[in-house]
Nanobody, 116 residues
């Protein structure tokens, strides 16, 4: 089992920045990819960004050039630096980790609200 705890959400104005963090514990040796999903009110959960243990990254088209994902493998943390935030970035941001067996684990989520 892997436990994930997010932190760093909050309220920011349009154009501002936030950094959300996720700390993993438990069977951390089994983790391959880590990343972030978000869910806006009334919408489906969507992938924002992910990073593999080897450093390969993916971004949703809507956040490319504004968001940066990074990972500290030694401390079992993943970060999402969000710049030039827009109201449409508002949502609950969930940390997710996939292990080598294909199982995925989710955090409880952290709220990000961008005011216009």
């Amino acid at each position: 089992q892997v436990q994930l705890v997010e932190s760093g959400g909050g309220l920011v104005q349009t154009g501002g920045s936030l950094r959300v963090s996720c700390a993993a514990s438990g069977s951390i040796f089994s983790i391959d990819s880590m990343g972030w999903y978000r869910q806006a009110p009334g919408k489906q959960r969507e992938l924002v960004s992910s990073i593999t243990s080897s450093g390969r990254v993916r971004y949703a088209d809507s956040v490319k050039g504004r968001f940066t994902i990074s990972r500290d493998n030694a401390k079992h943390r993943v970060f999402l630096q969000m710049n030039s935030l827009k109201p449409e970035d508002t949502g609950v941001y969930y940390c997710v980790a996939d292990n080598w067996s294909g199982n995925d684990y989710w955090g409880q989520g952290t709220q990000v609200t961008v005011s216009s």
